[in-house]
């Protein structure tokens, strides 16, 4: 089991700035791609945005050029930077990982709240 604990989420208005925090409660983050999702209301959970052991980044079409993920090792943190907000990027945002060595099982974590005001 590897408990993931996200912080950070909140009400903003549109076109502001949120930070999304992940604690990995673990030994061997440096294992591990980390990753977000986001699910909105009545829809699927999406991907947002990766990173991986080797700090190798990706993001979804709808995110790039406004929000940065980024980990701290040491920390064993993940985050997730959040600019030029919109509406559309509301909903509950999830911290997910998995070791890159096995390709599974997936952790998730319990989720925190974006919600953006227009």
């Known amino acids: 089991q590897v408990p993931l604990v996200e912080s950070g989420g909140g009400l903003v208005v549109a076109g502001g700035s949120l930070r999304l925090s992940c604690m990995f409660v673990?030994?061997?983050?440096?294992?591990?791609?980390m990753e977000w999702y986001r699910q909105a209301p009545g829809q699927q959970r999406e991907a947002v945005a990766t990173?991986?052991?080797?700090?190798?980044?990706n993001y979804a079409d709808s995110v790039k050029g406004r929000f940065t993920i980024s980990r701290d090792d040491a920390k064993r943190m993940v985050y997730l930077e959040m600019n030029s907000l919109k509406p559309e990027d509301s909903g509950v945002y999830y911290c997910?990982?998995?070791?890159?060595?096995?390709?599974?099982?997936?952790?998730w974590g319990q989720g925190t709240q974006v919600t953006v005001s227009s």
């Open positions: 997910k990982a998995y070791d890159y060595r096995t390709g599974g099982p997936d952790y």
């Open positions: 673990g030994r061997t983050f440096n294992h591990f791609v």
């Open positions: 990173v991986t052991p080797g700090s190798s980044t």
